[in-house]
Nanobody, 114 residues
Framework: QVQLVESGGGLVQPGGSLRLSCATSGIRFSSYVIGWYRQAPGKQRELVATITSGGSMNYADSVRGRFTISRDNAKNTVYLQMNGLKPEDTAVYYC????????WGQGTQVTVSS
């Protein structure tokens, strides 16, 4: 059974930091492209960052320079380090694993507010 489980969300003040984790099981993790997406209320889900099996990273313009995606193949886990958080980063953040099929986690809420 494939599982992607996000954690690390919460409430943080503007300018603060959070690190999200996505623990996976049931997939050959090292072969998968792993991505972080987010969905704010009333908006479509959007790409935040992706990392390929070879470690190549891609970022949305809105987070480039503030967020860093990384993966630990030994732990089957991907991380999203988020620094300099802004209120507009508030959303539910989802982990996605994609190869022949695409799998989603249940999401973790990130709220940036003073």
């Amino acid at each position: 059974q494939v599982q992607l489980v996000e954690s690390g969300g919460g409430l943080v003040q503007p300018g603060g930091s959070l690190r999200l984790s996505c623990a996976t099981s049931g997939i050959r993790f090292s072969s998968y492209v792993i991505g972080w997406y987010r969905q704010a209320p009333g908006k479509q889900r959007e790409l935040v960052a992706t990392i390929t099996s070879g470690g190549s990273m891609n970022y949305a313009d809105s987070v480039r320079g503030r967020f860093t995606i990384s993966r630990d193949n030994a732990k089957n886990t991907v991380y999203l380090q988020m620094n300099g958080l802004k209120p507009e980063d508030t959303a539910v953040y989802y982990c996605n694993g994609k190869l022949a099929f695409s799998y989603w986690g249940q999401g973790t809420q990130v709220t940036v507010s003073s």
